[in-house]
């Protein structure tokens, strides 16, 4: 079945860079987009990221965009996504999850990991 496992999450300064995992199994990578998107606390699911698994095409929020940076490992069926000059206002569960589309919304998600950025 199809799986995603986010990891790399943790607690980082302002300013640290953290580098999260997502770990995809159960379907063909390279046939779809995989999304990162976040949840901050009392806050709604934001789109933070999107990669095209097959060509690499990467689209980012305006938020994260210049500090954010999206890879993938086609030999690991594996993406990647960079995080640097973290700030408080990123703190959240963070999600992959795939979609069959650019922007046609999502149909398989992770658990989430949690990045907490504290002073």
């Known amino acids: 079945q199809v799986q995603l496992v986010e990891s790399g999450g943790g607690l980082v300064q302002p300013g640290g860079s953290l580098r999260l995992s997502c770990a995809t199994s159960?379907?063909?990578?390279?046939?779809?987009?995989v999304y990162w998107v976040r949840q901050a606390p009392g806050k709604g699911l934001e789109w933070v990221s999107a990669?095209?698994?097959?060509?690499?095409?990467?689209y980012y929020a305006d938020s994260v965009k210049g500090r954010f940076t999206n890879s993938r490992d086609n030999t690991k069926n594996s993406l990647y996504m960079q995080m640097n000059s973290l700030n408080f206002e990123d703190t959240a569960l963070y999600y992959c999850?795939?979609?069959?589309?650019?922007?046609?919304?999502?149909?398989?998600w992770g658990l989430g990991t949690q990045v907490t950025v504290s002073s």
């Open positions: 990669i095209n698994t097959g060509s690499g095409t990467t």
């Open positions: 159960g379907f063909t990578f390279g046939s779809f987009w």
């Open positions: 999850a795939r979609g069959p589309g650019y922007n046609r919304g999502y149909d398989y």
